[in-house]
């Protein structure tokens, strides 16, 4: 049999596999020490124990509770007094009475269980220990020898046949001797399936609490009421020994080889159907794919989820020649050493490519999207539920998805979005009376929770400042323009995008209302997410038209706008939608040369909030650039400076992509540096209290959050390419250290395949790959020529997916207050591409 470990490879690919790799020289004894696997359904964090190891397992299915709508139908009745309360400077009032519209808290996000290996090995004899994840092949590895014996574990989960596999091997026969066992966290009953399989049976509870002051905090029902069932089931191949079932666990012994076959499945028929009356059966399923694995080979389960994982993650390649530590320090060793010594390339490229593979490891075709920790959880009671924090989280686990070619898993988020729409309606016509189109609030859930969370009144600690959110179908919906702008795809744009994009257009007009005082179009009550305003030493929650909320509007109209020209449809309400625009509430730059965040110049420039979302039109919005419109650039240049560097992991991330947008590589980089500040899981630390890497290299929040994973590796890229501004722009952003390297395989918007390559920080090379023919308009910071084309060949049309924002509307308090935006010069060449052709670019 050949096995994974024993694959054949060069030299220059084993070395390849060393910088691709995490690896330590202990176990895990924290499971932010565990090392991810996942199919984007099943997850594992696997600890590689010695004496006793641990899979923890979680199905991204399994969540608390049943559909629940949670709308208010005081909304409308409310609405009118809060706005009026606004309009009138009564902030604290019309906080008092949002509270009115608030609906319930999500459901939470589950763990299933845990896999048991007891090995009865005594750890304080092993050596040579070592663990690793392999990003190239997804495969976790264990190695180690005791009293004389080599051992090893490798383990992967295979997305095409839906299965967590296990091998255990030795250097001599008969060494391996283990117990298995199943235990969960949630309701549960293990028993034996003969002699060679384990059955977990659960219940997941009903209900599970918000706040820990809530009179009940896990409610489970009867076994025939509501809550998700589950079943997880494992079976054994040994080669060699013997294998007998004691009571709930089985007994293998002296065996030369064994093969673990998990299997789990939930209950989950559906975001609107009850999974208790009318859920699968979890138990068939899980029996069903076990079947289905074991007729397999190992080598053919193995080519299998090769093929699979190789088809996504090898369409890119990262390099940074320059320093990297010694192939022989750990991971944990590295970050620890990272911000004391010269910078570690090697650590910032493996951060890179860890990013897609938990991407691919997360989000599938045909699975949930990616939540607020992917799809792995320990906790019955998560961190913010493990749920889908749709005011940055949610948006940011998808911004790599596009630039860095893996546009397939953001397919389960514009699934999401479909089943969204549909609860989103409802809560629009129940709690605003509004009638067309879908909104979705600050939070959301399996069941496609779309109202406002909050606790209703009963909560003291729900804040306005998030729960009065309605903006995410929006923000949403600029994801699926986005997806057409990269790949060009006018079957999906018609199909799938545009019905959405409509809808939340048609909320969004509705939603808008004239502002009796400036006489623009303005969202009224709003919120710049979980900050508050600061007004003559007080704090307040809600005022109108904060610049966030104009933004995403801005952006969304502008998508649809565009939509319809490329479709040829629905010209009268496109026009509608060009009105709006130049109604809306135009940015402000205020008295500290500031890109205001409030409706009124109230920032307080001694304000260090993590959220900074009124630069949302520089990043992820494409309406702010150096080029378009350099003074707001400037203005949101002030605003990252005021606002500072460090805070949480997933605010560093944004901040990196925003300082990639000004072009200043240096700022982007140092931040990048500081997000890989190492926290140690073993320490207690509060909330938010400055984000880092754990030894795992999960983004700390903390706690974690796989955002900040997603957004570093975006962000990365954002310095090497951008598109976003009418051309396709190589090294916009490049930092001083990262002095010579290449990257292969990333996209830019019009459906081009790109490759770069530098050194002494200058373009050495390019290639660019028309996937779909069309004008490459192509921006440089030197000279260039296209080989194969004879100079500067004119296009024949503009490229719809490559064009320039267009002009705003602004207004400034102070010039003076600008900070100097230094701008590079660059250089244009455009031509007409072929489909299928490569386009070759050197510096002249």
């Known amino acids: 049999m050949i096995w994974l470990g024993m694959i054949g490879l060069s030299s220059t690919c084993q070395a390849q596999q060393k910088q691709l790799q995490l690896w330590y020289d202990k176990p895990a004894t924290h499971w932010e020490e565990a090392l991810p696997l996942g199919n984007g359904m099943t997850g594992a964090m696997v600890f590689g124990g010695v004496s006793k190891d641990r899979f923890q397992i979680n199905d991204n299915t399994l969540w608390s509770g049943e559909p629940e709508d949670g709308n208010n139908p005081n909304g409308p009745q409310v609405l009118p007094l809060v706005r009026e309360a606004v309009s009138a400077g009564k902030y604290e009032e019309a906080a008092v009475l949002w509270k009115k519209m608030q609906g319930p808290y999500s459901a939470r996000y589950l763990p299933m269980g845990d896999l048991w290996l007891d090995l009865h090995q005594d750890e304080k004899q092993v050596k040579h220990y070592k663990r690793s994840l392999d990003l190239r092949s997804a495969l976790s590895r264990v190695t180690y020898s005791y009293q004389g014996v080599e051992y090893q574990r490798e383990s992967f989960v295979s997305y095409p046949d839906k299965v967590l596999i296990i091998r255990l091997k030795a250097n001599k026969s008969k060494a391996i001797s283990l117990d298995l066992s199943m235990s969960s966290k949630l309701r549960h009953r293990v028993s034996a399936l003969g002699n060679d399989q384990l059955l977990l049976t659960g219940k997941a509870p009903s209900f599970v609490a918000n706040r820990d002051y809530e009179p009940q905090q896990i409610v489970y029902d009867s076994i025939e009421?509501?809550?998700?069932?589950?079943?997880?089931?494992?079976?054994?191949?040994?080669?060699?020994?013997?294998?007998?079932?004691?009571?709930?666990?089985?007994?293998?012994?002296?065996?030369?080889?064994?093969?673990?076959?998990?299997?789990?499945?939930?209950?989950?028929?559906?975001?609107?159907?009850?999974?208790?009356?009318?859920?699968?059966?979890?138990?068939?399923?899980?029996?069903?794919?076990?079947?289905?694995?074991?007729?397999?080979?190992?080598?053919?389960?193995?080519?299998?989820?090769?093929?699979?994982?190789?088809?996504?993650?090898?369409?890119?390649?990262?390099?940074?020649?320059?320093?990297?530590?010694?192939?022989?320090?750990?991971?944990?060793?590295?970050?620890?050493?990272?911000?004391?010594?010269?910078?570690?390339?090697?650590?910032?490229?493996?951060?890179?490519?860890f990013g897609r593979y938990l991407l691919i490891s997360s989000s599938r075709q045909g699975g949930r999207p990616a939540n607020l920790q992917g799809i792995w959880n320990d906790h019955v009671q998560p961190p913010w539920g493990s749920n889908y924090t749709t005011n940055i989280n949610t948006e940011m686990n998808y911004w790599l998805a596009e630039n860095t070619n893996l546009s397939e898993c953001h397919q389960p988020l514009f699934d999401f979005m479909e089943e969204l729409a549909v609860n989103g309606a409802k809560t629009a016509a129940v709690n605003y009376n509004i009638h067309k189109g879908w909104v979705v609030h600050h939070n959301s859930d399996l069941w496609a929770k779309t109202s406002p969370p909050g606790g209703y009144e009963w909560d003291p600690k729900g804040m306005p400042r998030w729960s009065a959110w309605p903006m995410a179908a929006a923000w949403f919906s600029t994801h699926l323009?986005?997806?057409?702008?990269?790949?060009?795809?006018?079957?999906?744009?018609?199909?799938?995008?545009?019905?959405?994009?409509?809808?939340?257009?048609?909320?969004?007009?509705?939603?808008?209302?004239?502002?009796?005082?400036?006489?623009?179009?303005?969202?009224?009550?709003?919120?710049?997410?979980?900050?508050?305003?600061?007004?003559?030493?007080?704090e307040y929650q809600l005022t109108k038209a904060s610049t966030m909320d104009m933004a995403i509007i801005r952006e969304l109209f502008t998508a649809v706008i565009r939509s319809c020209d490329a479709l040829e449809i629905d010209q009268e309400f496109k026009s509608t939608l060009e009105q709006a625009v130049s109604k809306l509430y135009p940015y402000q730059v205020g008295q500290y040369g500031?890109?205001?965040?409030?409706?009124?110049?109230?920032?307080?420039?001694?304000?260090?909030?993590?959220?900074?979302?009124?630069?949302?039109?520089?990043?992820?919005?494409?309406?702010?650039?150096?080029?378009?419109?350099?003074?707001?650039?400037?203005?949101?240049?002030?605003?990252?400076?005021?606002?500072?560097?460090?805070?949480?992991?997933?605010s560093m991330a944004w901040k990196t992509n925003w300082w990639a947008r000004l072009q200043d590589g240096n700022h982007a980089f140092k931040i990048l540096k500081d997000a890989l500040n190492y926290i140690d899981p073993k320490l207690d630390r509060a909330q938010m209290s400055g984000g880092g890497a754990y030894p795992n290299l999960f983004d700390a929040h903390p706690p974690f959050q796989i955002d900040g994973n997603f957004g570093a590796t975006a962000g990365m890229t954002e310095m090497l390419l951008q598109s976003h501004d009418g051309a396709v722009h190589l090294l916009p952003a490049l930092p001083d250290e990262w002095s010579a390297g290449s990257i292969k395989?990333?996209?830019?918007?019009?459906?081009?395949?790109?490759?770069?390559?530098?050194?002494?920080?200058?373009?050495?090379?390019?290639?660019?790959?028309?996937?779909?023919?069309?004008?490459?308009?192509?921006?440089?910071?030197?000279?260039?020529?296209?080989?194969?084309?004879?100079?500067?060949?004119?296009?024949?049309?503009?490229?719809?997916?490559?064009?320039?924002?267009?002009?705003?509307?602004?207004?400034?308090?102070?010039?003076?207050?600008?900070?100097?935006?230094?701008?590079?010069?660059?250089?244009?060449?455009?031509?007409?591409?072929?489909?299928?052709?490569?386009?070759?670019?050197?510096p002249l």
Not at 522 to 536: C, D, Y
Request: charge should be positive.
């Open 225 to 353: 009421g509501k809550g998700m069932t589950f079943a997880m089931q494992v079976k054994v191949k040994a080669i060699g020994g013997k294998v007998q079932q004691d009571k709930d666990k089985l007994c293998i012994r002296e065996a030369d080889e064994v093969l673990l076959l998990l299997t789990e499945t939930t209950s989950f028929n559906g975001f609107d159907k009850s999974p208790s009356r009318q859920g699968k059966d979890a138990k068939a399923t899980a029996n069903r794919l076990l079947e289905e694995a074991a007729a397999k080979s190992m080598e053919t389960l193995y080519a299998n989820h090769q093929k699979d994982y190789h088809t996504l993650f090898n369409r890119v390649d990262f390099e940074l020649n320059g320093t990297s530590v010694p192939s022989n320090m750990p991971t944990d060793q590295r970050i620890m050493q990272f911000a004391k010594g010269p910078g570690d390339l090697g650590l910032l490229t493996l951060y890179y490519h």
């Open 481 to 538: 323009w986005e997806h057409y702008r990269f790949t060009g795809d006018k079957t999906f744009l018609r199909n799938k995008a545009y019905p959405l994009m409509k809808g939340a257009a048609q909320f969004m007009l509705h939603w808008l209302i004239m502002d009796n005082e400036t006489k623009y179009l303005v969202t009224n009550p709003s919120t710049s997410p979980e900050n508050t305003i600061k007004i003559a030493g007080k």
């Open 594 to 650: 500031q890109l205001q965040e409030w409706f009124k110049d109230w920032d307080d420039p001694k304000d260090q909030h993590r959220h900074i979302s009124h630069l949302f039109g520089l990043y992820p919005g494409n309406q702010i650039s150096l080029t378009g419109n350099p003074e707001l650039a400037a203005a949101a240049k002030r605003s990252l400076l005021l606002r500072g560097d460090v805070s949480t992991g997933w």
């Open 745 to 842: 395989g990333i996209k830019a918007r019009g459906n081009f395949t790109v490759n770069i390559s530098w050194q002494n920080n200058r373009l050495k090379e390019a290639s660019v790959i028309s996937n779909i023919g069309g004008v490459c308009r192509l921006r440089t910071t030197v000279p260039v020529q296209i080989i194969g084309l004879n100079g500067h060949i004119r296009a024949e049309s503009a490229n719809e997916l490559l064009y320039k924002p267009s002009l705003l509307q602004y207004q400034i308090v102070d010039r003076s207050k600008l900070p100097v935006l230094p701008i590079k010069k660059t250089f244009e060449i455009e031509f007409q591409t072929v489909r299928g052709e490569e386009y070759r670019v050197v």
